[in-house]
């Protein structure tokens, strides 16, 4: 998170370890450990669009009220559908490891993802017609057609010798 950054001007840092000059010097079979090796970057964060213009003091007060601003609708929203935050305490009382106490519910997997109904449906029917054309093409070349051409982006079958099908 880049709050920290963002509302009060507290410096980031995170590191890494430099494994190129860790592997220079032996790797795991050198004398040094791998944390001799930690490389500490700052995270340098730029201001956000249209706040360019403000001083650091202002861009944080700025972020902080609407931050604000954001917490107190979700805040109304909540007390609305009568939800409750789950909290620090009840997070902390938490086992990472426990599973869900219900299974995620499984759908099928869309066919696409499209901005509007009409890009869906036209790809829809595409892959229809693509599916058709490949079907046709398939049992053609099933039968010993073998110069049969297949609907770009896709392949034709395996063929299997009876010799190898009778072994399954």
Known sequence: STYAELARGEQQRYFYFDR?????????????????????????????????????????????KQLQKYEEKFRQERKAANRTVFGVQGLRKLNHRDRPKTDKKRDVQPLCHASTAQAKAEYKDRYRETQNMRMVASIAFRQGCFEVDFPRGTFPPPLKSMYFASRL
């Open 20 to 64: 190129t000059a860790w592997w220079k010097q032996g790797g795991p079979s050198g004398k040094r450990s791998l944390e001799e090796f930690i490389k500490w970057v700052p995270l340098i964060v730029t201001p956000l669009p249209g706040w360019q213009g403000l001083t650091l003091s202002q861009q944080q007060t700025r972020f902080r």
